[in-house]
Each structure stands twice: as C-alpha cells, then as structure tokens.
C-alpha cells in the first residue's frame, strides 16, 4: 500500500498533464477566403501607411476584414510565441530574417511556393536578393519580400566642416584592417577632446574625449554585426558562413574577421570610439544630439528618426572601400508569414499577395520610412526619403552596383546570437582577445552538427 | 512536505479540547475555501505540470520526450547556470544589505520623529512608479556620456563612471535602482509593525531612563519580529526573482555580468525555446528560495511574537 | 505639489485622538538634528528623479539630448501632456518626436480603477479570512500548509503565465475585466502572509474573552481581529492597490484589447510605440506622472487612517 502512492501520485501527474498539454501548439489551421484577419507588425512609423493599404484592400475585397495589431518590437516576438503556443497567432505577420528559420523549423509559418505559382507573381520584380532570403532551408518560400534596407553612414555636417572633411571626402573612403586607410584619417580628424584637441594632433588626451570620431552601439549585433562591423568585415571579401543563406559553417576564425574586429577594437584604445561600457544606456541618436558622436554606422531604417533629431544636421555616405576593393554593405528584408494555424488561410493569402504588390509598396513607400522591395518603386521612395534633405542613394547604389551582402540567415540563430552576443562584449571590453573567436567558432559551428 | 514545516507552534490559544479542535478544522477550512482555490488553480497547478516539463525536453512545438533527469544532469556542467546563480546571489545581498537596513531606519524615523503623511507619501512615491519606468528613467540618468547624474560627478571633477557599463558596476547599480524603488515600500511594511508595539512600553523605557538605542534594541526589534521576518523573507525572495531591471537595461550583459537566474531562464524559455531545461532551472530555484526561507522563518523565529 | 513641504517639514501636530503619540520623546539634541538630516536626505534622493521626470515631460523630444543636464526643460512645451492626452494632432506629435498615437487617458484610467479596486477587495478579504485560519485557529497541518501557500511567492512565472493564459483561453474570458483580476483574486502568499504577521501579535486575551461572551469564530474575526488590525489592513489595502495598478505583463497578455486595457499596459505599449528604437521620453515621462497621480490621491486620502489607527492593539 505504502509504495503504492507514489507511483499513482506520478501516474496521475503525468495523466493531468498529458491532457494540459494537449492544448498547446497550433493547430493545422484552415482555407477560408473570407473572414477576419489580423495583421501584426512592430514599427509604428509605417503604422499609417499600412492603415492605408489595408483600407484600400477592403475596399476591393469586400468579404475580408484586416485588423492591424501594432506593438513595439521589445513586445513583439515574446508575444508572437505566446500566441503561437496557445494557437491564437495573427493570421499574417511581419516577419525577420533572423527568426523565421526558428519558426520553419517548427512548421509555424505556411510555405508560399504553391500559391506564388498559382499567382503568377513574378518575383524578378524585387529588389536583387531580398526574394532569395526568403527562400527557407528546406527550399520552400516563406514569404514575400516588402522592403529592404541597407547600412552606411551618418555624419554631422557642422564638425565635418569644422575638421576640414569635405562631403565629396566623404563619399570616397578607403578602409583596410592595417591601419584604417583614409576611413580612420577622417574619424581621427572628427574626434576631438576636451581641450579642443583633434584625434590626429599631438597632444591628444583619448582619455578625456569630448567628441568620438565614430560612435558604438551598446547593441554589438551578435552574430551578424548588421549595422556594427558587417561592412568591414565584408570588404575584405569575408562572408559569415559557407553558404551565402543558410550556412551550416561559420567563418569566425577567419583571420580576415579577427583582423577587422581588431582594428574596430583598436579605435577604442586610440580614443576615436567610445569604451563598451560607456555606451550602455542612451541610443546612437541620443549622443549624436549631444555632440558625443560626429559619425555613426546605422540602417537605412533609421534615416527618418534621424531626420527628426532637432539641434543638429547630419548628412549621409555610403561604406568605405575595402580590401577587396569594394564597398560591401548588409543588405535585409522584411516579409509577411502566414501561421500555420490561420482558419483563413486564403483570405491571409490576398492579404499578403497585396502588401508585396506595387499597389501596397508604392503607399508604403510614400510613407517615406522604408524603401519598398519592388525595384519600380525604389525611385519614387527614394525622392520622398530625399525631402528629409538626405542622399538616399548613399544607400542605394550599392544595391545598384551589386556590393550587398545578404543579411546571414542561418537555423539555430537564436542560439547563434546568444553565443556571440557573449563573446564579442567580452573582446570589445577587452576581456577576451579577439583570437578567441576561433574557439567560440567551434562552439557555434558545434550547434549544427550536434542536431 | 510536512516534514519540512516549522515543529515550533507559537502563538494561538491554547491546546482546545478535540471537540471543539475538530469544530475549529472546520471553520479553518471554510475560512481557507477562496484562498485554497486560488492556490491550486493559478499556483499549484501550473508548478506541478512545470515540474513535470522539466523531466522533459518539452520546447513548445516539437514533439516532447521524457527525458529524465538529464536536464539537471547538464545544469551541473553549465558554466552560464552557475554564473548567473553567484551574480544572483550578489545581488540578493546587496539588495537586502542596502533595503532592510536602510527600510528600517527610514521606518524608526518615520516613527519616532514625525507623524507626518506628507512625508510618509513621499518616500512610497516611487513605488507608484511602474518597475519598467523605474529601470529606464535610471538608465538614462546614468548613462556613461549624456546622464544627468555623470555630467554632474564631472562638474565635480570625478571621472564618468560606467554604472550599468561596466562589470563591476552593473549589479550594485541594478541593486541601487530597485532598491530606491522599494525602499518606501519596505519602510512602510515595517512602520506598520512598528505601530502595532504599545506607546506604554516606550513611556516605561523612558521614565526608566533608557536611550533611544537602548529602547530600539530592546523594544522595537524584538517586537517587531514577526514583521521583520515577513520583510526578510518578501525582499529575499523578491531579490532572487530580479528580472524587469535587468530586462530593460543591461539585458544579462556586459559579458553576463547581470546575466540573473531570472533572466537566464527567460532567455532560455523564450529566446532559445528550451523550455523543458528552463524548467529544471525554475525547480531548482524554486528549492533554494523554499530552504532558504524556510531556514529564514526558523530563525525569526516568525510565528511567535512578544506580544501575545 | 507637495514639493515645498520638503524643506520646510516641521512636525505636524499631533493627531487629537492619539495625544500619547506626540513625537517629544526625541528631545532637541545632535542626534536629532542628525535624525532630521538623514530623514531630508533620503526625501532628497527620492524626489531629484521626479523632478527629472517632470523636466523631462516638459521637455521637447527633437531636442531634448540638447540640453545635457541643464536642470530646466528643454525647449519648454506643453506638448508631451497633450499628446499623452489625445489633445494633439498626429503632426504635432510627431513634431515632437511623438509617435502620433495617444493613451486615451479616461478609459484606461476606469479599466485601472476597476482592476485595482476588485483585486484589492478580494485579496485583501480572502487573504484575511485565511490569515486569520494560520494565525488564530488551531487545526492539523496548519503550518505545514501555510509554508506550502508561502512557496507561491517562490513560483517562477515562466511556470504560471501559460497555463494560466490557456485556462483564461478555455474560460473564454480573454479581454475581460475577469480575466486580469482572477489569478489575483482569490490569493496572493503576500496578503496572507502580511496578516498572519499582524494577527499573530494579537492578544489571545481579548479574543478568549469573546469567546466567553459566546461569539463564534467568524463573530469575532469581523468584530474583534479585524477592527484591531486596522492599521495593517489598510496599509495592506493600499500595497496591493499600488501593486495591482501596475501590473504589466499579465494584463496585457490577458487584455491588451483597448476596452479592458489598464493605464500601465497603456505606458508600456505607449513606451513600445516608440519610432524605431528612439523612445518619446517626454511623453513617457508625461504619461507616467499622470498614471502616479490616482494612486497619489488615494494615498492621501488613506494615509491618514494609518496614523489614526496607532494606539489601538496597544489596549491590552
């Protein structure tokens, strides 16, 4: 009797939650071409010019409702997991490049090839690369690309001025891992201390900047290095892993890589970039209003915030040359999924059908936020982002000149990211040598063949 | 279970004949009704099926096996686990060092010194502040570059101090900001005990001639323990389960540094969807807390008071 | 605002139901001037925030990393107040580094008001009831049970919010008032904890007299246990209040619909609006002094029971 107990106690634990469970998961979901569809995403710039779209779909769609769900991206994906675990995820969603492989690899999300096909959508349309992202590790199609971004750079015109850096300077950077090459004269010029000493003057005090040459994101982009280092790094002809999408092999031990990360290391010991630990609390945008930073790396994304910063002027330029003797620059896309689970799968379908339509892209980019993906949109995108007074095409020529590389998409990400958010705060706060990315490789690369 | 519980029974009245003591099961029990529902059905439960996933390599959406005990098998060999348990527990004492202490103060203070409400509403106002407002206003007042608080220690001619930058500032200043936060509440807790001590004894102590310290040590702190043990064992607890500061500043770093049991096992649960290892980690934290505040309640002695 | 109270503070006079508890028995002397200066110092430390808040507030987001630790707003508007409001345009907003939506104050404001006030109500009776079973009834396995109730503090809410979210699901209450108020209703380890504390210092003189004069067990919990914890009930009462009022994660899990929302999920979702990464500090700064306002009233108002109530379980 007495040792009876417990193995009932367990077997009735497992019964009650084998049956809890049950709940969990999405379920395989339905076609329905009408209906309510919800529609989430996480930038409120675009907020508008989505409403738009969706007021202008109805309008031809009569029978399908769209319900747009708008919350910031610190809420967004921990919230999309509790809405696909308790099988109430949006119909249709914005996605990213570096989750989706997560949520294909759980069969969250609906393979499009079928109805792209069906559709005769024509994907030559968009922007070169931003439809291959989207093509998942199994060869299927998860979504349909809706914009793309590129990285380059924001300067402050005033302190350009004041350095004696003229724009035309500007757009004709060279850079190399050595010794930084006409990039890294610039930086040293636009650095200034607090006795008014520039970076390249005797008498420098690199402890007692006022004014850092390049500013340092408290975020240094893990793995991908998107808006941080990826435009050095790829301008020595270094790729991330063995495949330009869904690589199984990192290249972190490249020395190209190590060399680079060593040179950007190095511009924090020479006092032209801020120490790690001092940038943990204000944004990039928030020191460049302070006068903190005379030049900063960010996405194309950022160029209408930017725009909105009182107080100070800045002006755009693309990457510096590299080694390779090419710009190179990340280049990313947005799409819209469609979950598995929806009951209206047909309707979440004309949804998404519209929002990759020159109809929709052509809205989105009047909203003057991001570049739409469909290459006949870009130019007028582009003259509604210039009335910012920005040179837009510090972006995008290097799409024109094909100098982008792909954002690296990759399975495992999360775990990938997690591994290298660590180690590159530990290499830039000079706790570990960026030699030691050789052996986090092998950490990284371990999560691919351990399954 | 029973094994665990405190042997002392302290106050109450006094040992009741059986009639009367199985009358009083009774009334207990109904008086327990809403309450123990309460428990099993949004604690409980949901902690059994927890327990339960960690035994298993449950991950949301994949198929789930049994796994045994491997996840606490792995636990022992997890670098990450044993850091983010040692910078807990530095934070745990940091936490309680700097809130208990200085609580009580405030709270003698508060007694002793002035009956005012103005003041007493003063020093709960941040805790009307939203946790995540808290954590983000600090953060930005104590940003390297541009806080208000390192231009200020600059215009004294000390160098900019990196709070939540650096390793060796981020916890103490995490400890700082939650407990500048809760230090009203704290005071309040304890205040309301120390209302509950009769005026009389203090009039005593005083025509016996006794200082103020002397009556604090021996009036206010021991009767004031059972309240003392509720605070330790709230703010302990509390300090252990550290999460939305962290989250909205340093998010574990630099390089783990804050890297908090809490937030590991969030990262864990919902950035890397291993839900069923979390889970071992959650079932291990929940035993230390247990012990630990058990052993704290056998200590303060908690269900005795002087009073009675 | 209560500001100015700071620095001048003297003693209020003593409340006339309670002359005992006058505060002479510190008499002037070093130490108390050194009491008095610790006492200003830590208002100081408590207060400099808030007025940081409130520059802030008053500041304009476009410019605001401008102004560097100049201790008045940047660029004077009133523009975070209205757009927190919904009296600005989206222009205006945006303007101001705004993201042009609003917290519609009023409704969230009710939702508020509603949640805090059930889920006070109910922890704070059925947190008494059982306190009062821990505290003052003896029965089997009491304590036992008790530290049981008490690991729920310890519960990680990685192992709560699903299933509890799922068991909402199921009822079918998603986006309803019950929805936010039912995993606190019922019991919270904090409540019952806080009394059984309180309840344990009561004389068992007083309540052994009761039963004399024949009062059951629920007579003398409602008219003895009870009016003698007072103090604590209320101080209680306005904790969890504070506490209920700013949930977060779980309301807006539960009820992120504008109908139900609270005024906090409200802030954070405000807060998460925030144009690519670059937080509207103003208006978050603006909405979060507003949201402290309701509870600010209602300490007020409350705060003087706690005074009033000294002096009761002195009566021996």
């Known amino acids: 009797m007495r040792n009876r107990v417990p193995a009932v106690a367990a077997a009735l634990v497992v019964a009650l939650v084998a049956c809890a469970c049950g709940a969990r998961g999405p379920s395989g979901g339905g076609y329905g071409d009408t209906g309510e569809i919800t529609y989430w995403m996480w930038d409120s710039g675009q907020l508008p010019a989505y409403q738009q779209c969706a007021n202008d779909f109805e309008a031809t769609h009569p029978d399908i409702d769209v319900t747009i769900e708008q919350m910031g991206w610190d809420n967004y994906w921990g919230r999309l997991l509790t809405a696909f675990v308790s099988d109430a995820a949006p119909d249709v969603f914005v996605d990213h490049t570096s989750k989706y492989g997560d949520y294909v690899s759980r069969g969250l999300i609906e393979p499009l090839d079928g109805l792209v096909e069906e559709s005769g959508i024509d994907l030559g349309q968009y922007v070169d690369g931003t439809a291959r992202l989207w093509v998942g590790p199994d060869g299927r199609r998860y979504g349909l690309p809706k914009d793309f971004d590129a990285v380059g750079l924001f300067y402050n015109t005033e302190m350009a001025a004041a350095a004696g850096v003229t724009p035309a300077q500007m757009q004709e950077l060279t850079w190399n891992p050595a010794d930084g090459g006409t990039y890294e004269d610039v930086i040293a010029r636009l650095t200034v201390d607090r006795n008014g000493v520039r970076g390249d003057e005797p008498g420098f005090d690199r402890n007692a900047v006022a004014t850092y040459g390049i500013g340092l994101s408290d975020d240094l982009g893990a793995g991908a290095g998107q808006t941080q280092w990826s435009m050095y790094a790829a301008a020595t002809g270094w790729s991330h892993t063995d495949r330009e999408l869904w690589g199984t092999r990192f290249n972190y031990d490249d020395p190209r890589f190590q060399d680079t990360i060593s040179w950007w290391r190095g511009l924090i010991e020479k006092g032209f970039m801020p120490p790690l630990e001092q940038t943990i609390g204000g944004s990039l945008s928030q020191q460049l209003q302070a006068g903190r930073y005379a030049m900063v790396t960010e996405g194309s994304w950022n160029i209408n915030t930017f725009a909105q910063l009182g107080g100070i002027s800045l002006a755009t330029a693309p990457t510096p040359i ?34 990759a339509s020159p109809e929709c892209q052509s809205v989105v980019g009047q909203g003057g936020v991001v570049l739409p993906a469909i290459a006949s949109e870009v130019p007028a995108a582009e003259a509604r982002l210039a009335e910012h007074g920005y040179d837009i095409t510090a972006f995008t020529r290097q799409v024109r000149d094909g100098t982008t590389v792909l954002y690296p998409v990759a399975e495992n990400a999360a775990d990938v990211d997690s591994v290298m958010k660590n180690a590159m705060e530990r290499v830039m706060s000079f706790a570990a040598d960026p030699s030691s990315l050789t052996e986090v490789n092998a950490e990284v690369n371990a999560l691919f063949t351990s399954g | 279970m029973t094994a665990l519980a405190p042997a ?44 339960w996933l960690s035994l298993t390599d449950y991950s949301f959406f994949a198929d789930t096996s049994f796994v045994g005990l491997d996840n606490y098998r792995r636990m022992l060999g997890d670098e990450t686990f044993w850091n983010a348990l040692l910078v807990t527990v530095e934070y745990v004492a940091l936490n309680i060092g700097f ?48 806080g208000v608080v390192n231009q200020v220690l600059g215009a004294l001619g000390v160098d900019a101090v990196a709070f939540f930058g650096s390793e060796d500032w981020a916890i103490p200043t995490v400890a700082f900001v939650n407990t500048w936060r809760h230090l009203g509440y704290t005071a309040l807790l304890i205040f309301a005990g120390l209302q509950t001590i009769p005026r009389i004894l203090y009039e005593a102590a005083r025509v016996d001639g006794a200082t103020e310290w002397q009556m604090f040590r021996r009036i206010t702190l021991p009767m004031l323990r059972p309240v003392l043990a509720l605070v330790l064992v709230v703010t302990m607890v509390g300090s252990f389960q550290v999460f939305d500061t962290v989250a909205v500043t340093t998010a574990g770093g630099p390089a783990e540094a804050s890297n908090v049991i809490q937030y590991y096992i969030f990262d864990l649960a919902f950035q890397r969807l291993d839900y069923g290892y979390a889970a071992a980690v959650s079932v291990v934290l929940l035993v230390i807390l247990a012990v630990i505040a058990f052993v704290q309640l056998r200590l303060a002695r908690a269900n005795e008071s002087d009073l009675a | ?66 102004g560097g630790s100049s201790l008045l707003p940047v660029d004077f508007t009133w523009g975070a107040f209205r757009r927190v409001l919904g009296l600005a345009t989206t222009e205006e907003a945006q303007a101001e580094g705004g993201s042009g939506t609003s917290v519609e104050f009023w409704v969230y404001l009710r939702n508020s008001v509603v949640v805090a006030t059930l889920i006070t109500a109910g922890q704070v009776f059925f947190g008494a009831l059982a306190a009062y079973a821990f505290a003052r009834l003896r029965w089997p396995g009491r304590d036992a049970v008790f530290f049981l109730f008490l690991t729920a503090l310890m519960v990680p809410p990685i192992f709560t919010q699903l299933p509890n979210f799922l068991l909402m699901r199921d009822l079918g209450i998603l986006n309803t008032y019950s929805a936010v108020v039912l995993p606190f209703f019922f019991m919270t380890p904090f409540a019952i904890f806080f009394l059984r504390q309180f309840f344990l210092g009561i004389s068992s003189e007083i309540e052994e007299a009761a039963r004399l004069d024949g009062a059951g067990h629920v007579r003398t919990f409602f008219r003895i246990i009870v009016p003698m914890s007072w103090g604590p009930v209320i101080t209680l009462a306005l904790l969890q209040y504070v506490q209920a009022w700013n949930e977060y994660f779980w309301p807006l899990l539960v009820a992120s619909e504008r109908e139900v929302r609270t005024l906090t999920v409200a802030l954070g979702v405000f807060r998460a609006q925030e144009p690519q990464g670059n937080p509207d500090w103003p208006g978050l700064m603006a909405a979060t002094l507003i949201a402290a306002v309701p509870v600010l009233l209602l300490f007020l108002a409350f705060g003087r029971r706690i005074v009033d109530s000294i002096g009761f379980s002195g009566i021996k």
Do not use: C
């Not at chain 2, 009704?33 to 099993?40: A, E, I, K, Q």
């Open chain 1, 322 to 355: 590299g080694p390779s003797g090419e710009r190179a620059t990340m280049s990313n896309s947005l799409a819209d999924s469609i979950s598995t689970g929806s009951p209206n799968k047909g309707a979440a379908w004309e949804w998404v059908r519209y929002l």
């Open chain 2, 8 to 51: 002392r029974v302290g106050a109450g009245p006094a040992a009741a004949p059986p009639r009367r003591s199985r009358r009083e099961t009774w009334t207990a029990l109904a008086f327990l009704v809403p309450s123990l529902l309460g428990f099993v059905l949004f604690y409980f439960w949901p902690t059994l099926q927890g327990f």
């Open chain 2, 99 to 146: 809130q208990t202490v200085l609580a009580l103060g405030l709270a003698v203070l508060l007694h002793r010194l002035t009956q005012s409400v103005v003041i007493r509403g003063l020093v709960l106002l941040p805790y009307l502040v939203a946790n995540v407002v808290v954590a983000l206003l600090w953060f930005w007042m104590l940003d390297a570059q541009i």
């Open chain 3, 1 to 66: 605002m209560v500001h100015t109270d700071v620095t001048t503070a003297p003693p209020n006079p003593a409340p006339t139901t309670a002359p005992a508890a006058t505060p002479t028995t510190l008499r002037f002397a070093p130490g108390r001037i050194l009491a008095w200066a610790a006492l200003i110092g830590v208002v100081a430390i408590t207060l400099f925030p808030f007025y940081w808040m409130l520059r802030t507030a008053l500041s304009n987001g476009t410019t605001l990393a401008t």
